[in-house]
């Protein structure tokens, strides 16, 4: 009878374990099986009973792990422990990876040592560590391996979050440098306004595509890139993830990114299983020693009850636990759930657990048994995956840049038969250039994993099913010629590939694209070698068509410059004529080119003409019919006419028509200044467009409008040209005269007013010095205000007078010292106290160019008035300075804090005798001003003022000398 080593309860007990438990005796040695649980039939298919034959041992365990395991078990002999894991195959033939803990137990009898060891499936462990390799491997390509600028910045101020390498190699900026800084710290943005628009766009829409900017990069160079956009939320606020391209030069640059972080952490494979026994009558739980680890809790501090339990598990599941239990025991059938326990540390452990119960005769439940496993690095394991796969797609999903991943192990598989079969490398392009079919078929090789939102909008796709298709739905001739590269660069082991390409959309639309591969060869979870790539793939179609039409509008440029410099290089209509049919005979090639003109009568005369094998005949009855023809339509609205049949046009005989064979022309106007000049008509023998190239026949017929309405203004000036001159002698005579008869009338006035305005202050002066006395107060008043006035009216008279000779001086033009010029008059007008209590500002001033003589009076007549009208204020203010504005002109200014005036009447401010303050209140002949504007008026300049009532005036002036 055999021997039984374990009790029938506690076998039955272990039954409940999701692992298996065996014991093996070494002897000498041999290594002999002597019990294993039942558990072995339900996880591996065999019985007890054939897994105690030695020899199963060695044939169900993987060959590829029979000799680590042998070597294993020398360090369990050694250190009386040993945990490992390896593959065991099942009955059905298939492997499954075990975990196996073994623990020595030494026995009494001699040369026995005894082993008790568990077996634990981690099949799905192993699983799950596969797809987490495939996860990080799939979120590096997208990411890192980009060859474009991609970056993660902080909405709210552009702050750097992460950058790709690619962003690294096309800026010049490294990592370091650019993580933790801003994009206006690095000063990125050539052109703000181009910041502002990306975050006007991403806030109302959430992305943007294929953006025009200006970029500077680390070394000052400023590149024009393309930009694409889309708002993410990182840890809840909005970031912008963008992928911006180098338009000025595409790079080809897929170089290996470094590895800043580690994203998932290895899972843990250690599994520990405990058994419980409950009491129900009694409210009495058992544990064994394992689940009080898993649990954490002493053993003489854990009351052992139900309710003592479920104060172990995580609050939020607690309902779910009590309710699977309750159920169990209600509805009689065992369960097994997965919950959260709480540690005493406040940590989160995971568990699944097993029950089954018991019930006594009359159908009581009477005790129930099961099982914990902790599966807290399980759980863990698989909730990295999940966050993994998560980032993964949101990344993918979200790249404002298209993005395709492919399968190619087909085509690879395809490509290693041909050549196994002779074919080289070399000879694979002509294989598949005389074999259509072959090339059609490594396209439906390519297997479509996935696609992002952004390849849907890019090929105007509904759903991603109508792209996973296959690529023969959006190829074309040419797409399949770039394929046909593709295809060699795999071929030959390289990893990376970029061309430009065509596809046509779903809705039959071709589109230009520029499309980039990075091909990764991976193992899947069989050990299998699989072939995927990461494409990127970038709208190029208005790129390419801006292109093509830059290339047309050279070619027209180039003949508009032609016809430009003829025009300025001509003098006559005849030359302006020819050249431009001369430019339209090279630009589009008619057959017929002629060039009419109106002349004062109202008939048009031919300036010039060009026919291809001119038939005299024919040109002298084309011309006669053109000009009736145009004499109909010259009063009409001017727009360019362009005919397919010139018969309808022409009014003549019918046998006339049919010598002029003609089939398509165009008639243009002349129009300058809404004024017709006359008509260039142009024709062909043959059908030809002329409509397509109406915008620059058009360019080209004004452009000779202004040249011959240029030629005939000139003709008119020459023959006036005499009259003009005699004119202007005449004038300039009379000019002369005047000036000289009123520079001998202010000095005859000036002296004439001076001998009396003496005699009244000398005789007022005798009153006041020898009559002093005999004078009463009022007299004494009068005579003061007639002395006041005298010399009012003397001081008026020296600034009439030089007033009349600032036009008649001659200008002496140097470098002017505005600082020094500015403290030395500032020095002359004020007194020792007054320059004590006035707060003197001279800010920092280019030099000018000028007369110093008249620029000091300018500024002498400025200063003295901001001195008159600030002095009254308890800490005077003047201050002068310069700025420079956009245009690069200076401007000079003077600041005081005085009185200031109203601006209702700065009309008067610079007018002769003009006071916008009373004489009493402020002396002054009103005449310091208009000194000051004329000198700058001289000196090319502009002067003005700003001012606010009670706070004070600024003046400003500009200098602007042409020697």
């Not at 119960?357 to 394991?381: H, W």
């Not at 709208?539 to 016809?563: C, N």
């Not at 203004?713 to 005449?730: F, G, S």
Request: glycine residues 4%; contains cysteine; neutral net charge.
């Amino acid at each position: 009878m055999k021997k039984r080593i374990l009790p029938d309860e506690i076998e039955r007990n272990l039954c409940l374990v999701d692992a298996v438990i065996y014991m093996v005796e070494y002897r000498g040695e041999n290594f002999i099986p002597i019990w294993m649980s039942k558990n072995i039939e339900r996880i591996l298919g065999f019985t007890p009973q054939e897994a105690l034959n030695p020899m199963w041992w060695r044939t169900h365990i993987h060959p590829q792990d029979r000799e680590r395991i042998e070597q294993n078990l020398a360090i369990l002999l050694d250190k009386g422990v040993l945990q490992h894991e390896y593959r065991i195959q099942k009955r059905d033939g298939t492997y499954i990876w075990i975990y196996d803990k073994l623990t020595l137990i030494q026995d009494g009898e001699k040369d026995t040592i005894k082993i008790i060891g568990t077996w634990t499936d981690i099949s799905r462990q192993k699983a799950i560590e596969e797809r987490l390799r495939e996860s990080e491997e799939r979120f590096k390509t997208i990411f890192y391996t980009n060859p474009d600028s991609v970056c993660i910045n902080r909405l709210e101020d552009g702050l750097y979050i992460e950058v790709n390498q690619g962003f690294c190699d096309n800026t010049g900026y490294t990592r370091e440098e650019v993580i933790g800084k801003t994009t206006i710290e690095l000063n990125i943005w050539a052109n703000p306004n181009d910041r502002e628009r990306l975050i006007t766009a991403l806030k109302q829409d959430g992305y943007i595509r294929n953006m025009e900017a200006r970029f500077r990069l680390k070394d000052g160079t400023v590149i024009t890139g393309l930009i694409s956009a889309n708002l993410i939320t990182i840890q809840g606020k909005p970031h912008i993830l963008s992928v911006a391209r180098n338009i000025d030069e595409i790079k080809r640059t897929h170089e290996t990114l470094k590895k800043r972080e580690k994203m998932l952490n290895d899972a843990q494979r250690i599994a520990h299983v405990g058994c419980w026994e409950f009491d129900i009558k009694e409210n009495r739980l058992t544990w064994s020693d394992e689940i009080y680890q898993i649990f954490e809790i002493p053993k003489d501090r854990f009351e052992a009850t139900y309710e003592a339990f479920l104060n172990t598990v995580h609050p939020q599941d607690r309902e779910f636990v009590d309710k699977s239990y309750t159920d169990s025991v209600k509805h009689r059938r065992p369960y097994n759930i997965e919950h959260r326990l709480v540690m005493p540390d406040g940590r989160i452990k995971w568990v699944q657990e097993q029950c089954e119960t018991f019930y006594d005769d009359e159908g009581n439940p009477v005790r129930s048994v099961g099982t914990v496993l902790d599966i807290t690095e399980k759980k863990q394991a698989y909730f990295a995956l999940e966050k993994s796969e998560e980032r993964f797609r949101h990344l993918f999903e979200n790249s404002p840049v298209p993005l395709w991943e492919e399968d190619f192990t087909d085509l690879m598989i395809y490509l290693k038969d041909l050549i196994s079969s002779g074919m080289r490398v070399e000879d694979l392009s002509a294989y598949l250039d005389s074999h259509p079919d072959a090339l059609e078929e490594c396209a439906r090789r390519v297997k479509i994993l996935d696609v992002n939102k952004a390849a849907l909008d890019l090929h105007e796709a509904n759903t991603k099913e109508e792209l996973l298709e296959g690529l023969t739905n959006i190829f074309t001739k040419k797409s399949y010629e770039v394929f046909k590269k593709e295809i060699i660069a795999l071929a030959k082991g390289i990893e990376q590939f970029e061309s430009e390409a065509e596809i046509r959309t779903l809705r039959g639309n071709f589109k230009d694209i520029m499309l980039r591969l990075v091909w990764k060869k991976t193992k899947d979870q069989d050990s299998l070698s699989r072939y995927l790539a990461l494409v990127a793939t970038t709208d190029i179609t208005p790129l390419k068509k801006a292109e093509r039409e830059l290339e047309r509008r050279l070619r027209e440029l180039q003949f508009l410059y032609d016809i430009s410099a003829s025009i300025n290089s001509s003098l006559t209509v005849e030359d302006i004529a020819n050249g431009a049919l001369e430019v339209i005979r090279k630009a589009i090639s008619p057959d017929v080119g002629l060039l009419f003109l109106i002349e004062e009568q109202g008939y048009f005369n031919l300036a010039c003409s060009h026919i291809s094998n001119s038939d005299y005949t024919l040109c002298t009855r084309l011309i006669h019919y053109l000009k009736k023809a145009l004499c109909k339509i010259k009063n009409q609205p001017c727009e360019p006419i362009f005919l397919k049949n010139l018969k309808e046009f022409l009014d003549c005989p019918k046998a006339d028509c049919e010598e002029i064979r003609l089939k398509s022309t165009a008639i243009l106007p002349l129009i300058h200044s809404r004024t017709l000049l006359g008509f260039i008509v142009i024709g062909s023998f043959e059908q030809q467009d002329f409509k397509k190239e109406q915008k620059f026949l058009m360019t080209l017929s004004n452009e000779t409008a202004v040249g011959i309405k240029n030629a005939l203004l000139i003709k008119k000036l020459r023959d006036h040209e005499a009259e003009l001159e005699a004119i202007v002698k005449q004038r300039t005579k009379k000019l002369l005269e005047v000036n000289k008869e009123l520079e001998s009338f202010t000095y005859s006035v000036s002296h004439d007013l001076r001998a009396p305005l003496r005699a009244i202050d000398g005789f007022s002066n005798i009153l006041q010095e020898e009559y002093g006395p005999k004078l009463d107060d009022e007299a004494k008043r009068l005579i003061g205000i007639i002395r006041k006035n005298t010399r009012r009216m003397g001081q008026l008279i020296d600034d009439l007078l030089r007033f009349s000779r600032l036009s008649r001086k001659e200008m002496n033009i140097t470098d002017i010292d505005m600082e020094a010029l500015a403290k030395s008059v500032f020095y002359e007008i004020t007194s020792g106290p007054d320059r004590e209590r006035i707060h003197f500002v001279v800010r920092k001033m280019p030099p000018a160019q000028g007369d110093p003589s008249l620029i000091r009076q300018v500024l002498y007549n400025l200063i003295s008035n901001a001195v008159k009208f600030s002095i009254k204020r308890d800490v005077p203010k003047i201050e002068l300075g310069s700025k420079t504005l956009d245009s690069g002109e200076v401007v000079y200014y003077i600041r005081d804090n005085g009185v200031g005036f109203d601006t209702r009447y700065a009309h008067k401010l610079f007018k002769i005798f003009e006071r916008l303050h009373p004489v009493d209140d402020f002396e002054g002949t009103g005449i310091g001003l208009s000194i000051a504007k004329r000198i700058i008026n001289r000196h090319g300049g502009r002067i003005w003022a700003e001012s606010q009532k009670d706070r004070g005036t600024v003046f400003y002036f500009t200098l602007s000398i042409h020697e």
